[in-house]
């Protein structure tokens, strides 16, 4: 690539959107915002437990039938919970399956021809993927737990499976979060010299990219409520406003 190639591109457009596609892309933007923001909103009322019961209360510690019982009552409220787990994380999919034809579409506003955005294209679609496949784990791992807790089955062996297959779920976010911020920062940088694309929306892509790779060493680290810090600021908030404000730019394009 050259500096030729780099002019060409801006002076002819060649980094936008297909006027066709563009206007799709738009909405798959918008639809993956509100995916994100009615499963942040309703995953927030849950852990609130709003539309769910209260867990039972905990126990101190004891001896091993007075903690068994515990877990038993425990798992039991969990088992409760699983039907309204599966709907908030099926809208929560469907946000971030939006992310992939939104990847394609981006690279074209970014410039498809610069290495950043090739790049920040095939790290966005495999971000996505990679949390979608933790959360269908943990989803097949829960339902899993949820019948063996309401059968009369081994308790610890229920806890040592929920420990288990929560821990590869966060896993598979941990390195989603990782790819997706780097991403964001090659989409930043790829747009950086275009004139299709607002600097104030290649620095809220560089903010972005650096709350999810801060996600991702939350994730690390293992800091539960850092990661909740996170997940909100990025997720909730930064994430969806960005794809807010791509799908805008990208049907601006198309009707040039």
Not at 177 to 183: E, I, N, P, T, Y
Request: hydrophobic share 55%.
């Amino acid at each position: 690539m050259t500096a030729t190639t780099d002019d060409l591109d801006t002076r002819t457009k060649a980094g936008q959107a297909p006027p066709a596609a563009a206007p799709a892309a738009g909405l798959v933007a918008y639809a993956g915002a509100a995916a994100f923001v009615v499963a942040a909103v309703w995953y927030g009322l849950a852990a609130g437990y709003v539309t769910v019961a209260r867990p039972p209360a905990p126990t101190a510690p004891g001896a091993g039938a007075q903690l068994d019982g515990a877990l038993h009552r425990w798992f039991g409220w969990f088992a409760t919970t699983l039907a309204q787990e599966r709907l908030i994380t099926a809208i929560a999919i469907t946000g971030f399956l939006c992310l992939l034809p939104l990847a394609a579409f981006t690279r074209e506003l970014a410039g498809r021809h610069r290495l950043p955005a090739r790049i920040g294209s095939a790290a966005m679609a495999a971000g996505a993927l990679l949390w979608v496949a933790g959360n269908v784990v943990r989803l097949g791992g829960h339902r899993a737990v949820g019948l063996m807790a309401t059968h009369q089955n081994p308790i610890q062996t229920i806890n040592a499976i929920l420990f288990t297959t929560d821990t590869i779920a966060d896993t598979f976010e941990l390195a989603a979060f990782a790819v997706l911020g780097v991403a964001l920062v090659a989409f930043a940088g790829a747009a950086a010299g275009s004139r299709a694309v607002p600097r104030a929306w290649c620095g809220y892509s560089l903010l972005l990219g650096v709350v999810l790779l801060g996600l991702s060493g939350a994730y690390a680290a293992a800091d539960d409520n850092l990661i909740n810090l996170f997940l909100v600021a990025g997720g909730a908030l930064l994430l969806p406003a960005w794809l807010v404000w791509t799908g805008h730019l990208l049907r601006a394009e198309a009707s040039r």
